[in-house]
């Protein structure tokens, strides 16, 4: 079955530094990939997406490219602001027709520090 | 921006109660999901929902789990006797069409005692 597996957090920054969030997937066919954000007490958003290999999804700073060679999707920022504190989680989404369920990975805590 | 939204926020409940879960998806959608996420752990997809029935279910939507589309803007999830492991934020989505994005709503957070 698919799989999504994404490094363990916390993450603790301090403010303009550099993000990554590792990556990597498990899947039969070509999925589409996602990264969805939650910022605490609220739900899950979408926070960019590919729907195949090499496109580069981005969103408010971040960025992940699709490599299907490496099965990874790994979130990018160039510089964390404190309101990145979130926890993220990459998500692929695989099937034909509009059947499409979401397989998330495990979420990994930012937190940005002043 | 139109948005998916979910009641209650917070339900508290007894263990054996039923409860039911209320969505609103977005109004122009067609496929309507339900997720859940045990406390701090993963987002776990439960069923999916099309054309007034189930299109998909996970081995956890086992027959205590129901879901209806009782008229043309709710989708409600119900758990006939809920059980202490039921807690957990529960996430409705819906999606238009073929697309690949799936909008989610803000959670009940679902509290059996």
């Known amino acids: 079955g698919n799989s999504v597996t994404q490094m363990e957090g916390p993450v603790t920054l301090s403010e303009e530094a550099f993000l990554t969030i590792n990556c990597t997937y498990t899947?039969?066919?070509?999925?589409?990939l996602f990264w969805y954000v939650q910022y605490p007490g609220e739900g899950l958003q979408l926070l960019l997406k590919a729907t195949k290999a090499d496109d580069k999804g981005s969103n408010k700073g971040f960025e992940a490219t699709y490599r299907k060679e490496t099965t990874s999707f790994h979130l990018e920022k160039g510089s964390v602001q404190v309101s990145d504190s979130a926890v993220y989680f990459c998500a692929l989404s695989e099937g034909k027709g509009g059947y499409q369920k979401v397989t998330f990975g495990t979420g990994t805590k930012l937190q940005v520090i002043p | 921006e139109p948005e998916v939204t979910q009641t209650p926020s917070h339900q508290v409940t007894q263990m054996g109660q039923e409860v039911i879960l209320r969505c609103v998806p977005i109004s122009n959608h067609l496929y309507f999901y339900w997720y859940r996420q045990i406390l701090g752990q993963k987002v776990e997809f439960l069923v999916s929902?099309?054309?007034?029935?189930?299109?998909?279910k996970s081995e956890i939507f086992d027959d205590q789990f129901s879901v209806e589309r009782p008229d043309g803007s709710n989708f409600t999830l119900k758990i006939r006797s809920t059980k202490l492991e039921d807690s957990a934020m529960y996430f409705c989505?819906?999606?238009?069409?073929?697309?690949?994005?799936?909008?989610f709503g803000p959670g009940t957070r679902l509290t059996v005692t």
């Open positions: 929902f099309y054309n007034n029935e189930i299109s998909e």
């Open positions: 899947a039969t066919g070509y999925p589409s």
């Open positions: 989505a819906s999606k238009y069409g073929t697309s690949y994005e799936q909008y």
